[in-house]
């Protein structure tokens, strides 16, 4: 490998991530890189988080997001609270101003591994979201899986988190929907123009969700922070929880609070795995010998 960089490999309530050190780089990582790096049992992961020098005034760091299939992402909580575990490590710092596709994001370290986003304001417009046709109320929006009579899944929330989320609301345990065959036909279908995270979520106590996430460029997710946003929003909007929300996930619990400034702050765990360097452009890698 001639051109090295570190990397780690964390997760954060289960959403497996890599957060790549591309400070002082000019090229970004590549979608090759990422779809290698994606394929092999060591380094997979949802989404790769890549550090680089700021481009704006006022900021900490450009976050560069990739999905596993190369494809580069708006947001990703989950990843964000990854990035502060990571320089609260190298430095004294615990408060970090990140610019992403998304916009900018202003982090905190509550404690050791434990991070609070401030992920920015919910965007319910059906244009801003985007949906390709007009609906006034995108609390439900007519979008449905299964028999017209008797739908399996059917009229979701749709909004945006800086990328596209619908959620469908259920009565039943979660687990008993397949939601992976379900989950690339709505990401794909062409109400969504740049294609959606689709979530499943049940009210399971007060104030409390339960959820599972396809996540739009990855699959299956063990956690997603954008989308436990967009659950916990949705849930308050539709009148079905207050505004502080535990959503659990199958990878760990997130908390949620819907400001009355309309900015929804997200609270959860982060995990450090281990550490290496690897090549940003063809995704070579090679684990830390402290590590192994």
Not at 38 to 47: I, V
Not at 63 to 92: F, K
Not at 266 to 279: I, Y
Request: hydrophobic residues 40%.
């Amino acid at each position: 490998m001639t051109n090295q960089v570190p990397f780690a490999r964390m997760n954060g309530a289960g959403n497996e991530i890599l957060v790549v050190d591309m400070r002082g780089q000019s090229a970004p990582v590549t979608p090759e890189a990422a779809v290698k790096l994606a394929s092999q049992t060591e380094t997979k992961f949802d989404q790769i988080m890549a550090i680089h020098d700021p481009r704006v005034n006022g900021t900490d760091n450009y976050i560069m997001i990739l999905n596993n299939d190369g494809s580069e992402a708006q947001a990703c909580g989950n990843g964000t609270r990854c990035v502060v575990s990571a320089l609260t490590a190298e430095t004294d710092r615990d408060t970090f101003t990140f610019q992403t596709l998304a916009g900018i994001l202003n982090a905190r370290e509550i404690r050791e591994n434990y991070i609070c986003v401030d992920m920015g304001e919910p965007v319910f417009d059906w244009d801003k979201i985007p949906l390709a046709e007009e609906f006034a109320d995108t609390t439900k929006i007519e979008l449905q899986i299964g028999p017209i009579d008797a739908p399996v899944l059917h009229s979701p929330s749709a909004m945006s988190m800086g990328n596209p989320h619908a959620v469908f609301w259920v009565k039943n345990d979660v687990w008993s929907y397949d939601l992976e065959l379900f989950g690339p036909l709505l990401e794909n279908h062409p109400i969504f123009p740049e294609k959606a995270n689709i979530s499943i979520a049940q009210v399971s106590a007060e104030n409390e969700l339960t959820m599972r996430t396809w996540e739009r460029g990855v699959g299956l997710t063990q956690a997603c922070g954008s989308a436990a946003c967009a659950g916990a929003v949705s849930a308050a909007r539709t009148e079905r929880t207050g505004r502080n929300v535990l959503v659990h996930m199958p990878g760990g619990d997130l908390s949620l609070e819907w400001k009355d400034n309309n900015h929804i702050f997200m609270t959860g765990p982060t995990e450090w795995e281990w550490s290496g360097m690897l090549d940003p452009q063809t995704g070579d890698w090679v684990r830390d010998e402290s590590d192994k």
